[in-house]
């Protein structure tokens, strides 16, 4: 399937698109010592989050799609060296709204919750 958003997306910062159908995308975020805060390797839950949300965009798919709001909660911490892997797979579909349940896991869950995503007619920087 081809992938019609966030194709720029920097892969060693947000992770990388391993699989893609209708309404569901799923992402591979290869941590490193660059994501730590502290000397025990904690990774900055914002890398954690970054690959959530890239996996709710490509799982709508659009070239126009926006974050808009974000319900989620961190289950575990990340350490620097692992992997996570997000997966995003939209719930339900209201107009020009989407809401897209997402999951972040390395051996256990990290990250869970809702996205909630919005698809402008146009990219919202025009």
Known sequence: ME???HRLANNELVGEVVEVKEGYARIKLVT???MAVD????????FT????????MIAVNHPNVVLYKAEVRFTAPVKAGETVY???EI??????KIKVKVTAYTEKT????I???YVPDRHVLQ
């Open 3 to 5: 992938i019609k958003t």
């Open 32 to 34: 490193d010592d660059r």
């Open 110 to 113: 990290v990250l869970e919750g």
């Open 115 to 117: 996205m909630y995503c």
């Open 86 to 88: 997000a997966e995003g």
């Open 91 to 96: 719930m339900e579909r209201e107009g020009k």
């Open 39 to 46: 000397e025990r390797g904690l990774v900055h839950g914002g």
């Open 49 to 56: 989050f970054g690959c959530a949300d890239l996996a709710a």
